[in-house]
């Protein structure tokens, strides 16, 4: 049983239609996976129809960009009802945020003298939902300023770059909360993929997100060493947290992150399942749960 619980579709920034996603994962042998798009749930339903006709288990989820000790951190929901009113609408804060800041990011490349527009970014950011520094990365390897995203990131567009623009993100807690209202489970996606965050979630801020609600971890990422995997896995135990690993497949976007290549247990899988049935008991809300092959 191979589970990957967290890739993205075009619905955010992955290159592949959350169909061809879905039969990409058949191809590689995936028999359950998560559709974790940035900040919105466009993709849902494309996967939920790709899966009944490739016979993959689908678990649909949101990769929500939060913000915790002042420092952006990214939440796996998982099985939320994504019609609970409060989550909609601070999805929708995140999302007006991302689109209030593709124009400040592109007067900033053009003060570096690049000659770059929305039109650039839109012929090739295709059907996303959430727009981000990916497309316009993609925008300024189609003009031919940078070969690729990792070349963008590392000249223009990362934290540190000239044409970073920061944007609104939910309070981490508050997200938390919001979405065991709307009857999900939600998992830390990659905790220590960056510095910074190894000391903002270290054992203690951990221990405050499980109090919480935080459900788990996400503990087998690209982007974590091995001494990472091994000092979280022992966290996620004495905190009595799930534990998931994942690729963070994002298609042609991101090398390196190919479907499958971190995976989750099927036992966490099924506490992660049971974890969604009771916080949709709890909040009265209906429990779209696992969708089964
Ligand atoms: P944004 O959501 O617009 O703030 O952009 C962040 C996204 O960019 C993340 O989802 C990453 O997957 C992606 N990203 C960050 N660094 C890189 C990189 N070096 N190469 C490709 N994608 C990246
Ligand atoms: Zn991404
Ligand atoms: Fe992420
Ligand atoms: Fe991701």
């Not at 316009?136 to 995203?149: E, I, K, N, Q």
């Amino acid at each position: 049983m191979r589970i990957d619980l967290h890739t993205h579709s075009d619905r955010s920034d992955g290159t592949q239609s959350p169909a061809a996603l879905v039969q990409a994962a058949r191809e590689q042998g995936i028999d359950v996976i998560g559709v974790t798009d940035h900040d919105t749930t466009e993709g849902w339903d494309e996967a939920e129809r790709a899966a009944g006709c490739h016979g993959v288990g689908l678990v649909r989820g949101i990769e929500v960009s939060c913000r915790f000790a002042g420092y952006g951190v990214h939440l796996l929901a998982y099985l939320p009802d994504p019609t609970y009113p409060p989550l909609a609408e601070e999805l929708r804060r995140i999302l007006d945020g991302r689109r209030a800041r593709l124009p400040a990011t592109l007067s900033r490349l053009r003060d570096l003298g690049i000659d770059i527009d929305v039109e650039d970014v839109r012929r090739v950011s295709g059907e996303t939902a959430a727009m981000g520094r990916p497309h316009v990365a993609d925008a300024l390897a189609s003009l031919g300023v940078v070969a690729d995203r990792g070349e963008a990131f590392d000249v223009f567009l990362g934290p540190q770059g000239p044409a970073y623009v920061s944007r609104y993100a939910a309070d981490l807690e508050t997200m938390i909360d919001l979405v065991a209202g709307a009857g999900g489970v939600t998992v830390l996606a990659h905790p220590w993929a960056s510095r910074h965050n190894h000391t903002a979630l270290d054992e203690a801020g951990i221990a405050r997100l499980a109090r919480a609600g935080l459900a788990g971890v996400e503990v087998d990422h690209e982007d974590h060493s091995p001494a990472d995997r091994a000092g979280l896995r022992a966290i996620a135990l004495r905190l009595g947290l799930l534990v998931t690993g994942s690729s963070d497949h994002h298609g042609a976007g991101k090398s390196g992150h190919e479907l499958g290549c971190n995976t989750t247990a099927p036992d966490q899988l099924d506490r992660l399942v049971a974890a969604a049935e009771k916080a949709a008991a709890a909040a009265g809300r209906p429990a779209p749960g696992l969708l089964r092959p």
